[in-house]
């Protein structure tokens, strides 16, 4: 356009018209009618057109080739100057016939991403990719191992975590839960978990430690009287009453909560509870109804135990002295 409009100012330049003196005024005083008014009017012209195509020129930008690609192959180019050149690139890109791993859905792998480890079904978390000739390697982000291999043009698919690892309390087992065993109170925390173990750390300074899932509890260890393990929902009874209760949870101090506890209750103390139904107490009328019984089965209820050299008559006439002894006492 710059040189169509200096080539138009050029023709207009060299115009040449009749004087008239009615425009001697206009844009050229200095004319005062000696200048032709169409040779007027054509220099005025051609210095508009000239003062346009020069500003035209200094607002002319360059445009490359690179600018009018789209902005995905734009973004590609620059990777492969990063990359250091077209050879440098080539050497970076995945093998012929390999592709990036998906899930069975179809939705690509990721770092971070959890799936299941193909030949023990074991949840792993992808740590890195790496790829040789023969497969795409998927590397758990724990043990550093190639938990999964994908072979050049075989598209197979990566599985997700699809089975549940259960505590002995029936619960399901997480990364980064709270659990404690069955043999004491100390809290761990659990840092994998896989088909038939656990990963479990006690904390700081602490070495990762296996534990068989039937080893963990999500709740604090609380044994009753007879060393039992208090569960949510067991069937218990508080000393001496035998009446049955449900156990509904456990109160911050350990204390354990019934089913008609608040939150904020007092609760019982695990010493206090027993999973075994209590005996009624003894009563005058318990000890003569017993009086009758055959020695032998007197000392079998009583929980003696006898040898071929112990007398079972005198067994039991000792346990009877002492329980009628033990009523009197108490004033009965």
């Not at 200048?35 to 346009?52: D, H, N, S």
């Not at 925390?189 to 896989?194: D, G, L, S």
């Not at 089965?297 to 329980?323: F, I, P, Q, W």
Request: hydrophobic share 35%; aromatic share 8%.
């Amino acid at each position: 356009m710059r040189e169509q409009l200096l080539a138009l100012a050029g023709e207009l330049e060299e115009y040449e018209g009749d004087t008239c003196e009615g425009c001697a005024a206009y844009e050229q005083p200095e004319c005062r009618g000696y200048l032709p008014c169409t040779e007027i009017v054509a220099k005025y012209c051609a210095r508009k057109v000239r003062e346009i195509a020069e500003n035209d020129a200094e607002d002319v930008t360059t445009v490359s080739a690179y600018d009018l690609l789209p902005d995905d192959d734009r973004e590609a180019l620059a990777w492969v100057r990063e990359m250091g050149g077209v050879d440098a690139a080539k050497a970076r890109t995945m093998p012929e016939g390999c592709e990036w791993p998906r899930f069975e859905d179809g939705e690509q792998v990721r770092i971070g991403d959890e799936f299941a480890e193909r030949i023990y079904g074991n949840p792993c978390r992808v740590g890195h990719f790496a790829i040789n000739k023969h497969a795409l390697l998927i590397f758990d982000e724990e043990d550093l191992n190639d938990c999964e291999a994908i072979d050049h043009g075989s598209r197979m698919r990566v599985k997700r975590p699809e089975h549940t690892v259960l505590a002995a309390d029936g619960e399901p087992l997480e990364v980064g839960q709270t659990v404690y065993t069955l043999n004491d109170d100390r809290p761990y925390t659990v840092k994998k978990v896989e088909t038939n173990r656990v990963s479990v750390n006690a904390g700081e300074g602490a070495y990762d430690v296996w534990k068989a899932p039937t080893y963990l509890t999500h709740q604090r260890l609380v044994l009753d009287a007879d060393g039992v393990l208090i569960k949510e929902g067991d069937t218990v009874y508080v000393a001496p009453f035998d009446d049955p209760l449900t156990v509904r949870g456990f109160a911050a101090d350990g204390r354990v909560l019934m089913d008609y506890h608040s939150d904020d209750s007092f609760g019982y103390r695990p010493e206090d509870i027993t999973h075994t139904k209590p005996e009624p107490p003894d009563s005058w009328e318990r000890i003569d109804e017993d009086a009758g019984k055959n020695p032998f089965d007197y000392c079998n209820d009583v929980g003696h135990r006898l040898d071929t050299c112990v007398n079972a008559e005198r067994v039991k006439s000792r346990d009877l002295v002492r329980r009628c002894r033990a009523l009197a006492e108490r004033g009965e």
